[in-house]
């Protein structure tokens, strides 16, 4: 007999997926279940699953490890770890406003807003941004159009007027030689000092409403090149994003909100 295993749907800023409290149930394939449950038309419907736990190490109190939509394992995300904050301080998993998370890419410490007993946005320390990684990007010929930041995850800035090719172009950069594990790819149209219009191409999932990382990485981008400060409204398919670039300890800080959809049975 086969166990049904509870889960929850959330997205932030649009960028959906499942849910699931290893504290409650065991996944023994989560590859295949997040392909199978992430199909829109024959199972839930999501960019991907995600998995919470309690933490193995001391320095967190909690845990996740997310899978794309088509059953690779993600380092980290942005939105899914803002949703996580919700979820265990609404679902009474914790009374604690501010969360050690424990991911693929380090511990990132969650900052809750609370009011009246509901968690209206959530701000992750991102940690620092890299450049520069020869696991993750290879400089190569025809490559340089672009700002390779990694926020934990690889991510390809490209800096456009037409950020609607973010389908034809993202699909084809995603796989290109320069990117040993595949890339992110982000396309940005700055609109203002402090506001960037972004499109992105996420890694194993297609196009997504929203991307936590390639928003950091976007506005860690703009800022690097001098096309914007380092605080910036970064604007999505699926909604708005606060990123600001501290000069202070060089972390990147991620504010925006979270969304339950419903729960269910599968």
Same mark, same amino acid.
């Given at each position: ?6 889960? #929850? &749907? ?30 829109? @038309? &024959? ?10 736990? %309690? ?6 109190? *909690? ?13 980290? !995300? ?7 904050? &919700?979820?265990?301080?609404? +679902? ?16 990132? #410490?969650?900052?809750?807003?609370? &009011?009246?007993? $509901? ?21 190569? %010929?025809g490559i340089d159009k672009g700002v390779f930041v990694s926020m934990g995850n690889p991510h390809f800035v490209i800096f456009t007027e037409h950020i609607d090719q973010v389908?034809? $172009? ?8 320069? *990117?040993?594990?595949? !890339?992110?790819?982000? *396309?940005? +149209? ?7 219009? #972004? +499109?992105?191409?996420? %890694? ?6 929203? !991307?936590? #990382? ?15 400060? +380092? %605080? ?18 060089? @972390?990147?800080?991620? $504010? ?5 959809? *419903?729960?269910?049975?599968?």
């Amino acid at each position: 007999m086969k166990e049904k295993i509870r889960f #929850t &749907k959330m997205h932030g800023c649009g960028n959906d997926y499942i849910y699931v409290n290893l504290m409650e149930h065991e996944i023994s394939n989560p590859e295949a279940a997040a392909v199978a449950w992430s199909d829109r @038309h &024959k199972g839930i419907g999501s960019d991907g699953l995600v998995l919470i736990d %309690r933490s193995h190490m001391p320095e967190a109190d *909690f845990s996740m490890r997310i899978f794309n939509a088509d059953g690779s394992e993600a380092m980290m !995300c942005g939105n899914a770890s803002r949703c996580i904050g &919700k979820y265990l301080y609404e +679902r009474g998993l914790t009374n604690q406003t501010e969360i050690r998370l424990l991911t693929l890419s380090g511990v990132k #410490t969650l900052l809750l807003d609370v &009011k009246d007993g $509901t968690v209206e946005n959530v701000t992750v320390d991102m940690l620092e941004p890299t450049f520069e990684d020869d696991s993750l990007f290879v400089a190569h %010929r025809g490559i340089d159009k672009g700002v390779f930041v990694s926020m934990g995850n690889p991510h390809f800035v490209i800096f456009t007027e037409h950020i609607d090719q973010v389908g034809e $172009t993202g699909r084809i950069l995603e796989q290109h030689p320069a *990117f040993p594990e595949r !890339c992110n790819i982000d *396309f940005a +149209r700055v609109e203002s000092q402090d506001v960037i219009r #972004t +499109r992105v191409w996420e %890694r194993g999932s297609g196009i997504t409403l929203a !991307c936590g #990382t390639g928003a950091c990485a976007t506005a860690v981008a703009a800022a690097l090149t001098g096309r914007a400060g +380092r %605080r910036s409204q970064i604007v999505m398919d699926g909604g708005t994003l606060t990123i600001e670039w501290r000069e202070s300890d060089n @972390h990147v800080y991620m $504010t925006g909100p979270a969304t339950f959809v *419903f729960d269910g049975e599968i």
